[in-house]
């Protein structure tokens, strides 16, 4: 089992350019979620969901957009990318409360 | 909203014994986590604490207090390949708040 896996795992965009991160997971886990970790931060709440066909706003949501046609797949676009978006993403899976589960990473950077 | 506090660095030697304070403020929560990440790695889970009191893990022990709106995670007969950093997190209706994390040095 792969477990969690992010596409790709490392970008550079241009400002204004899009793009479409992609997580999926093998795992049968109802939530999924993504993050961004900026240096000297934790981990931020961009968007997530609670099943195939949800989503629903974290903490930082502006300039992105998700989709979760399919339950083991969860995309992060960006429209219009902004150096402010330069960070590292991570993807994250959950079956319960307790433990969420994380993808490798996918680091962009926005010139 | 919700927010936690946890020390920026920590360094000891192998060995040693580490604990890593995190204060919190929220209006409510179902646990505290706590997650540890290596340099370029991925946040990987360690412990949860669902209900007042320790739970151990191993060479790793977690506490919270919410009386207190207190945990700690306490890292026993630290090794090398301990160095990483650690987070704590509110979880809150399957959502994560993370805290700024500490970055835990162990030295020969």
């Known amino acids: 089992n792969a477990g969690v896996t992010q596409t790709p795992k490392f970008r550079v965009l241009k400002t204004g350019q899009s793009m479409t991160l992609l997580c999926a997971q093998d795992m049968n886990h109802e939530y999924m979620y993504w993050y961004r970790q900026d240096p000297g931060m934790g981990l931020r709440l961009i968007h997530y969901s609670v099943g195939e066909g949800t989503t629903a706003k974290g903490e930082v949501p502006d300039g992105y957009n998700v989709s979760r046609l399919k339950k083991q797949n969860f995309l992060l676009g960006l429209e219009s990318a902004a150096p402010s978006q330069t960070s590292v993403y991570f993807c994250?899976?959950?079956?319960?409360?307790?433990?969420?589960?994380f993808g490798p990473g996918t680091r962009l950077l926005v010139l | 909203g919700q927010s936690l506090e946890q020390p920026s660095e920590v360094t000891a030697v192998e060995g040693a014994i580490v604990q890593i304070n995190c204060t919190y403020q929220t209006s409510g929560f179902y646990g505290l986590s706590w997650y540890q990440q290596h340099d370029g790695g991925a946040p990987t889970f360690l412990s949860y604490n669902a209900l007042d009191g320790l739970e151990e893990t191993g060479r790793f022990s977690s506490f919270l207090s919410r009386s207190d709106s207190y945990g700690y995670l306490l890292l026993q007969e630290l090794q090398m390949k301990d160095s990483a950093s650690y987070f704590c997190?509110?979880?809150?209706?399957?959502?994560?708040?993370f805290g700024a994390g500490t970055t835990v040095t162990v030295r020969a």
């Open positions: 994250a899976t959950a079956g319960g409360e307790e433990t969420q589960y």
């Open positions: 997190a509110l979880t809150n209706d399957y959502k994560l708040s």
